[in-house]
């Protein structure tokens, strides 16, 4: 079982920065990818990015590429999303979740992770 515990959201000014991390319990974190996931009021769920278990490979989003950035550190079972230049309609909650290796086409889609944090909370203001 892994467990998935996101910390670092707030309130910021349009062009600030935030990094976000996310904790897992789990066993063998260097195992799962980790993906980034975003939901604001009255949309679907949408896909940030992903990083794979070795922190080798990431893939974003068109809209964050340049912007946001993945790392992860295996040894103390984090993945963190440093979040620049942010824009109003990045406000969202943002999520983490874990997935056991799949090939990286479906890697956007939620339905492929088997993990999931509760969310953090990012709003920025304009």
């Known amino acids: 079982q892994v467990q998935l515990v996101e910390s670092g959201g707030g309130l910021v000014q349009a062009g600030g920065s935030l990094q976000l991390s996310c904790v897992s319990s789990g066993r063998a974190f260097s195992m799962y990818d980790m993906g980034w996931f975003r939901q604001a009021p009255g949309k679907e769920r949408e896909f940030v990015g992903v990083i794979g278990g070795s922190g080798g490979r990431t893939l974003y989003t068109d809209s964050v590429k340049g912007r946001f950035a993945i790392s992860r550190d295996n040894a103390l079972n984090t993945v963190s999303l440093k979040m620049n230049s942010l824009k109003p309609e990045d406000t969202a909650v943002y999520y983490c979740?874990?997935?056991?290796?799949?090939?990286?086409?479906?890697?956007?889609?939620?339905?492929?992770?088997?993990?999931w944090g509760q969310g953090t909370q990012v709003t920025v203001s304009s």
């Open positions: 979740a874990a997935a056991q290796p799949k090939p990286w086409n479906f890697m956007r889609a939620p339905s492929r992770y088997d993990y």
